[in-house]
Every structure is written in C-alpha cells, then in structure tokens.
C-alpha cells in the first residue's frame, strides 16, 4: 500500500457519507408520514447526523497521524 493516507480517508468517508443519505431519507419519511412531530423527528435527525459526521473526522485525525507521524 503506498498511501496509506488517502484509503484511510476513502474508507472512513464512505460509511459516515452512506449512514447520513439513510438518517436523512428515514427522517423525510417519518416526517411525511407525521408532521405533527416534525420538530422532534428534525431534531434527532441533525444530532444522529452529528454523531455520523464524528466519525468521519476520525478518520481524517487517523489518516493525518498516518501522513506527518508514521
């Protein structure tokens, strides 16, 4: 492997990228079928959005202990 660097933020972008589409479509859906709780449903959807994006970050903190550390 000769950047390690770049696979690792190829493959810890990949999964967070993947999770937020689903939040965001599941969150749509709750929303059309319930607009009533819309504000509750938006909430949780921008904190597990949050949480998806951390991991993403991870990964660019890893790959850049990997590029100037290792």
């Known amino acids: 492997m ?3 660097t770049a696979f690792t933020m ?5 999964g967070p990228s ?3 589409g689903i939040i965001g479509a599941a ?11 819309s504000d509750k ?13 951390a991991i993403s970050i991870y990964a660019l903190i890893v790959a850049l ?4 550390v290792a």
């Open 2 to 4: 000769q950047n390690p």
């Open 10 to 14: 190829a493959i810890g972008s990949i």
């Open 18 to 20: 993947i999770a937020i």
């Open 27 to 37: 969150a749509l859906f709750g929303m059309a079928r319930n607009p009533e709780n």
């Open 41 to 53: 449903i938006q909430l949780a959807m921008i904190i597990a959005i949050a949480f998806a994006e």
């Open 65 to 68: 202990i990997l590029k100037f």
